[in-house]
């Protein structure tokens, strides 16, 4: 399995790293496709647990906010918020209309994948816009890798404090730590390394990004247990097999939606 994700890393990593330096139009369409997919996992994963959220609106919603968020930020984001809570209703009105049951647990189930999905992983079209957005992609996302990476390893090897025994019985309270110092560290050098390229007045200073790692290793965990959570309950493994060695798209990118909502956020309030 370590080597599979090696090689897919080694395949999807440089493409990555093209969209971040590219941005525009295309970074959100293929921030949109990544949701987009992840939302038809999420149907997915419900309906094995036998719910039955829509199975068009969630990937096609998530969708739309991405875009959305691209097109003019937050604008539009009340009345294409509206129409998508209004179409949950009227379709699982009639689902209900016709013996479903269930279609009002349905409903908030369509509605929690929209906004997760959609609402959340737009921050990453707001990330990539801010000042200098490339730079600050380049270090809240790594900040996520370098967490998950440091806690695999050092948790593998030295873990014996189960974080989390029903969520995620082989995460480690050691790993956790281990992911901290990793991150903190590691977005530190990252930050010192992106000042070469963005210039000697960029905000990227190796003190934020230490900050910035810090403050996500912490936090973005709790989006890979969130993603457990619905897992097993639904009985299910992985969103799906689509990416060899990963399982599927959700299963990557449940800490990069917290990673960021959470970096914006850092990034406004402290930094710029």
Known sequence: MLVSRLLVTIVLLPLGLLVIAYGGW??????AAIMGLAGWEYVKLFRAGGLQPAGVLVPAGAMALVLGRYWNGFESAHWLLSFL???GMIHH???YERGR??????????LGGVLYLGWIGAYLISLRTLPEGEWW???????????????YFIGRRFGKRRLSPRLSPKKSWE???AGVVTATLGTALLAALWRIGAGPATEILPWRGAVLGLALS????????GESMIKRQM?????SNLIPGHGGVFDRIDSWLWGGVLGYTIIVWFFI
């Open 26 to 31: 295309l970074y959100a369409l293929v921030i």
């Open 85 to 87: 809570i209004l179409a």
């Open 93 to 95: 009105l009639v689902a």
């Open 101 to 110: 049951d269930q279609a009002a647990t349905d409903f908030n189930v369509t």
């Open 137 to 151: 992609v380049l270090l809240a996302l790594p900040a996520v890798w370098l967490a998950d990476t440091g806690a």
């Open 175 to 177: 790993g956790y730590l």
């Open 218 to 225: 912490v936090l973005t965990p709790l989006g890979d247990l």
């Open 235 to 239: 009985g299910v493994k992985d969103s």
